[in-house]
Antibody, heavy 121, light 110 residues
Framework: QLQLQESGPGLVKPSETLSLTCTVS??????????WGWIRQPPGKGLEWIGS???????YYNPSLMSRVTISVDTSKNQFALKLSPVTAADTAVYYC?????????????WGQGTLVTVSS | QAGLTQPPSVSKDLRQTATLTCTGN????????AAWLQQHLGHPPKLLFY???NRPSGISERLSASRSGNTASLTITGLQPEDEADYYC???????????FGGGTKLTVL
């Protein structure tokens, strides 16, 4: 059974870099059939797509966050990662990693449990 | 960033039918179709439908989805206590080149 697990610091200071890793188990991140993405949810609020990447490193980002976001993939570790910099309190959210089929009609079908990142000094 | 429009809350009685709506425009819902997600408190979202009415395996047949023009709809029949959750719609917006979400609808089963 496919599982995705987010990991990283739960507290980040303003103006610093938020770094998270998503470890994929029960399936290969190297499959050409999927994209892998990050979505966040501020406490008590709705969902926001951050960006996505495939096994070859092809990325596409939310234009509203593009200047601050980098997503990378490490196929040897079956992981992909998110970096967001610099952060402010508005970046406080639960961050989810998820899998999406590579077809244009596909959507995010498997989600990690999410990890809360708080931006505070 | 422009998103999709969902009513903040819907309340229905047990065993009744609820229809949730999601309104976008011709660049997103009207063109690319919508996906629907269910989220229980403290849990990650769960995909219910993609591309309007495509159902992943394991999703109850009490749920159905459709689209008319720029509005997508999710219908849940025979409401059960476990249907009480937040429901989000999403679509690819070709003008923004981004996945956009609705603000979510909190469904209460009375």
């Amino acid at each position: 059974q496919l599982q995705l697990q987010e990991s990283g610091p739960g507290l980040v200071k303003p103006s610093e870099t938020l770094s998270l890793t998503c470890t994929v188990s029960g399936g290969s991140i190297s499959s050409s059939s999927y994209y892998w993405g990050w979505i966040r949810q501020p406490p008590g609020k709705g969902l926001e797509w951050i960006g996505s990447i495939n096994y070859s490193g092809s990325t596409y980002y939310n234009p509203s966050l593009m200047s601050r976001v980098t997503i990378s993939v490490d196929t040897s570790k079956n992981q992909f990662a998110l970096k967001l910099s610099p952060v402010t309190a508005a970046d406080t959210a639960v961050y989810y990693c998820a899998r999406k089929g590579s077809g244009p009609s596909d959507f995010f079908d498997f989600w990690g449990q999410g990890t809360l990142v708080t931006v505070s000094s | 960033q422009a998103g999709l429009t969902q009513p903040p809350s819907v309340s229905k009685d047990l065993r009744q039918t609820a229809t949730l709506t999601c309104t976008g425009n011709s660049n997103n819902v009207g063109n690319q179709g919508a996906a629907w997600l269910q989220q229980h408190l403290g849990h990650p979202p769960k995909l219910l439908f993609y591309r309007n009415d495509n159902r992943p395996s394991g999703i109850s047949e009490r749920l159905s989805a459709s689209r008319s023009g720029n509005t997508a709809s999710l219908t849940i029949t025979g409401l059960q206590p476990e249907d009480e959750a937040d429901y989000y719609c999403s679509a690819w917006d070709s003008s923004l080149s981004a996945w956009v979400f609705g603000g979510g609808t909190k469904l209460t089963v009375l």
